[in-house]
C-alpha cells in the first residue's frame, strides 16, 4: 500500500457510511476528476440505506456488507484490498471499525462526528441523538470535529474541529442543519489535507 503511495500513484479511498450517504457524496463530488485522488468503494452496512443509491447515481462501486463480513471474517479487509484502498472514510458508519482494518490501515481511517469531542462521543452519540443532547443540555456551541480512528469510539488524534453557536431557540433540527453546513464546507478539505500530508 505505501508503495504505491511514495510512486506517485492515484490515492484510493473508500466511504463506509450507514444511512442517507450526504457527506458520502460531498465527499465523492469534492474527489471527482482529481487526477490524484479518487473515490475507489463506497461500502454500506444497512441494505436499505439510501447511500446505497447515491453510490449508483455517483457511478462509484457500491457493496454492502454485513455484521458478520466485518466482525467473523476477513471479506471486508479483502475487499478493501482488492479494491487497492489506501484510507478508509467513515461518513455516518455506526459500527465500531474491526481490529484487522485499524492494524491494516494505521492512522489511514478517517472519521467526522457532529459535536465538539470530547463532549457528546461515545456509543449511541450519533447523529440526532447527539444534538438532541447538545440542546437539551443548553450547550452555547457545538460543531464537527474530525479525527483518526482508533479501536474506542470517538477517541482517536484529534485533526479538526469547526464551531457554530447553539442559539436560545435552536432545535435538533435546526442545529443540524448548521453541522451540516459545516460537514459540507470542511470534511471533504481535511481529508484532502490530511491524506497529502501524510503520504
Same mark, same amino acid.
Given at each position: 500500500? &505505501?508503495?504505491?503511495?511514495?510512486?506517485?500513484?492515484?490515492?484510493? &479511498?473508500?466511504?463506509?457510511?450507514?444511512?442517507?450517504?450526504?457527506?458520502?457524496?460531498?465527499?465523492?463530488?469534492? $474527489?471527482?476528476?482529481?487526477? @490524484?485522488?479518487?473515490?475507489?468503494?463506497?461500502? /454500506?452496512?444497512?441494505?436499505?440505506?439510501?447511500?446505497?443509491?447515491?453510490?449508483?447515481?455517483?457511478?462509484?462501486?457500491?457493496?454492502? $456488507?454485513?455484521?458478520? @463480513?466485518?466482525?467473523?471474517?476477513?471479506?471486508?479487509?479483502? /475487499?478493501?484490498?482488492?479494491?487497492?484502498?489506501?484510507?478508509?472514510?467513515?461518513?455516518? $458508519?455506526?459500527?465500531?471499525?474491526?481490529?484487522?482494518?485499524?492494524? !491494516? *490501515?494505521?492512522?489511514?481511517?478517517?472519521?467526522?462526528?457532529?459535536?465538539?469531542?470530547?463532549?457528546?462521543?461515545? #456509543?449511541?452519540? *450519533?447523529?440526532?441523538?447527539?444534538?438532541?443532547?447538545?440542546?437539551?443540555?443548553?450547550?452555547?456551541?457545538?460543531?464537527?470535529?474530525?479525527?483518526?480512528? @482508533?479501536?474506542? /469510539? @470517538? +477517541?482517536?488524534?484529534?485533526?479538526?474541529?469547526? #464551531? +457554530?453557536?447553539?442559539?436560545?431557540?435552536?432545535?435538533?433540527?435546526? &442545529?443540524? !442543519? #448548521?453541522?451540516?453546513?459545516?460537514? #459540507?464546507?470542511? $470534511?471533504?478539505?481535511?481529508?484532502?489535507?490530511?491524506?497529502?500530508?501524510?503520504?
Amino acid at each position: 500500500m &505505501l508503495d504505491r503511495l511514495t510512486m506517485g500513484n492515484i490515492i484510493r &479511498l473508500a466511504i463506509l457510511g450507514s444511512g442517507n450517504g450526504t457527506n458520502a457524496q460531498q465527499i465523492s463530488e469534492y $474527489f471527482a476528476g482529481r487526477d @490524484d485522488v479518487e473515490v475507489a468503494c463506497i461500502i /454500506y452496512n444497512k441494505k436499505d440505506a439510501f447511500i446505497a443509491q447515491r453510490a449508483r447515481n455517483l457511478g462509484i462501486e457500491g457493496h454492502y $456488507f454485513g455484521w458478520k @463480513d466485518f466482525y467473523q471474517s476477513s471479506a471486508v479487509l479483502d /475487499y478493501l484490498r482488492q479494491r487497492e484502498v489506501d484510507w478508509v472514510i467513515l461518513a455516518g $458508519f455506526l459500527w465500531l471499525v474491526p481490529e484487522a482494518i485499524l492494524e !491494516a *490501515y494505521p492512522n489511514r481511517v478517517i472519521n467526522i462526528h457532529p459535536a465538539l469531542l470530547p463532549k457528546y462521543g461515545g #456509543k449511541g452519540m *450519533y447523529g440526532h441523538h447527539v444534538h438532541e443532547a447538545v440542546v437539551e443540555h443548553g450547550e452555547k456551541e457545538s460543531g464537527i470535529t474530525i479525527h483518526i480512528v @482508533d479501536n474506542r /469510539y @470517538d +477517541c482517536g488524534t484529534m485533526l479538526f474541529q469547526a #464551531k +457554530c453557536e447553539v442559539a436560545s431557540d435552536d432545535t435538533p433540527d435546526t &442545529l443540524a !442543519a #448548521k453541522i451540516h453546513l459545516l460537514e #459540507k464546507e470542511y $470534511f471533504p478539505r481535511v481529508i484532502d489535507e490530511t491524506i497529502h500530508r501524510q503520504q
